[in-house]
């Protein structure tokens, strides 16, 4: 180190996301001296704009079903759920006067619904703790001697530690300091970074008009499954009748890669919306194998039999009216135009002018709405970033580095990321509290 040095502390923190902030308060209270240094000029960017700014901190699921939202690499959760998981997060942030209130799906919040009460506990716990905060400080590097954590350096000079926790986040959102410096920083260190691809995020589609002229039309109750293949070569009767993906029991046969119902949108540039966030890195993985595509049923709860009646009982009923005003009872507004033109029909012709083929293909287009997927958007527009630190090289008892001493990780930053209801959060909360707490007692021992 030089001699330029600026505080000496016993742990530096880097990063004041929901990882950093539990683990430089958890150390300190342990009786560390910790210094947090965050690159931007707030800790907490992340948690601020969290489940639209009402931040969903974790989940009510049970503990098996909440580590399978993780993939496979849930398991390495496992021992830092021991420590800290769910009741324990609950009774902090109660300590601290924040209620909280479970909403559909399990779905954990502040009872305010307000982000700023989350980061204002933190505030609380570091400062009830005197951790010392330097914002506006970039860490570029981890000093280290005889393969042991001395220090971090930083735009602004270097500093001593005895021990380092990375807690840099992902690379997604780069607006909240989340930029991704952590891989590289531990890929200098020797570490190995799984390859990042974006976790939760919307997909550009071939057929970008069609999206685009259906952009902002938000669908309820649809099922979204995605197929390995182009569009035009599935068998839309392949489509399954239950969900397939992360937490689920069950696994999909090929071609069917994910299934999910629920809610979804059209964007400019393709699908977006809750179902197809969670399918995406699926999809995306698939991608790096050959052709993807999406077929989104729109009318999930009645069979084909069942559409074919009520579509017939309508035609017949309203046997003078256009083909356009009928589907208003199947389709939104703004979706009507595109569809009929998909099926080829014209849509000034009456009811009772629909030829039997062209019944076939109404039913045929709402039961598989097609898209060919183009890829995922970037990384940066993504919530979590899958892939990071391996976690082969990391103690999941203690979260610290296999290769070097007094280092440790926590949240984003390792190969971590899950499906969306909370589970993120948690993840950062417990895998901060527990390398907080043993780089405390690693110090301790120094
Ligand atoms: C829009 C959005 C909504 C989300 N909603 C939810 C939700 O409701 N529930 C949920 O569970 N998850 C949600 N997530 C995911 C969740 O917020 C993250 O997984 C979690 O916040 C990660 O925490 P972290 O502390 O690991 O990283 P981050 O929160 O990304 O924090 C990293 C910190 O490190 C700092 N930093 C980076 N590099 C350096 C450096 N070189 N030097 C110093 N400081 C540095 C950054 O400025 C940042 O403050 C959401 C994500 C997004 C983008």
Not at 15 to 20: K, N, P, T
Not at 57 to 71: R, V
Not at 149 to 158: L, Y
Not at 240 to 259: A, H, L, N, T
Request: with cysteine; aromatic share 6%.
């Amino acid at each position: 180190m030089n001699t330029d040095e600026k505080i000496d502390s016993d742990i530096i923190v880097v990063g004041g996301g929901a990882a950093g902030l539990m683990a430089a308060g958890r150390a300190a209270q342990l009786g560390a001296r910790v210094l947090l240094l965050e690159k931007t000029d707030s800790c907490g960017k992340k948690i601020l704009v969290s489940g639209k700014t009402r931040c969903n901190l974790t989940n009510s699921a049970e503990l098996k079903d909440f580590i399978s939202m993780y993939g496979d690499n849930g398991r390495f959760l496992f021992s830092a759920f021991h420590n800290f998981f769910r009741p324990e997060l609950l009774g902090f942030l109660n300590n601290y006067g924040l209620a909280t209130k479970v909403e559909r799906g399990g779905r954990i919040f502040p009872v305010s619904d307000d982000a700023h009460d989350v980061v204002r506990v933190f505030k609380k716990y570091l400062a009830a703790n005197k951790v010392q905060i330097e914002l506006n400080t970039k860490v570029t590097g981890i000093a280290i001697q005889d393969n042991a954590v001395c220090g971090v350096k930083t735009q602004n000079g270097n500093y001593r530690s005895k021990a380092v926790i990375l807690a840099t986040g992902g690379a997604t959102w780069p607006s909240t300091g989340s930029t991704g410096d952590g891989y590289k920083i531990s890929a200098g260190l020797g570490h190995n970074i799984v390859k990042l691809k974006p976790a939760l995020v919307p997909l550009i589609a071939h057929e970008q008009k069609l999206a685009q002229s259906m952009q902002g039309v938000s669908l309820r109750n649809v099922r979204a499954t995605a197929f390995r293949d182009k569009a035009a070569v599935i068998d839309s009767a392949l489509t399954p009748d239950c969900v397939y993906g992360r937490g689920e029991k069950r696994s999909p046969r090929p071609p069917v890669i994910e299934s999910r119902f629920g809610e979804m949108i059209f964007t400019h540039f393709g699908l977006g919306g809750p179902i197809i966030l969670l399918m995406s890195l699926a999809v995306a993985e698939a991608l790096e194998k050959g052709p993807v595509s999406i077929l989104i049923d729109l009318k999930p709860a009645l069979t084909r039999e069942q559409l074919h009646k009520r579509l017939q009982r309508d035609l017949d009923k309203s046997s003078k009216k256009k083909i356009s005003s009928i589907m208003k009872e199947y389709l939104p507004a703004k979706m009507i135009e595109p569809f009929i033109e998909l099926t080829g029909i014209d849509k000034e012709k009456l009811a009772h002018q629909i030829t039997a083929p062209e019944r076939e293909k109404i039913i045929e287009l709402l039961k598989a709405l097609r898209f060919n997927i183009k890829s995922a958007l970037p990384l940066e527009k993504a919530i979590v970033t899958a892939g990071g630190v391996s976690l082969t090289e990391i103690d999941p008892r203690t979260m610290a580095s296999k290769l070097i001493t007094g280092l440790y990780f926590c949240g984003e930053i390792m190969d971590i990321d899950a499906d969306t209801g909370g589970y993120n959060l948690q993840a950062a909360f417990s895998t901060g509290y527990v390398a907080g707490e043993k780089a405390a007692e690693y110090v301790n021992h120094f």
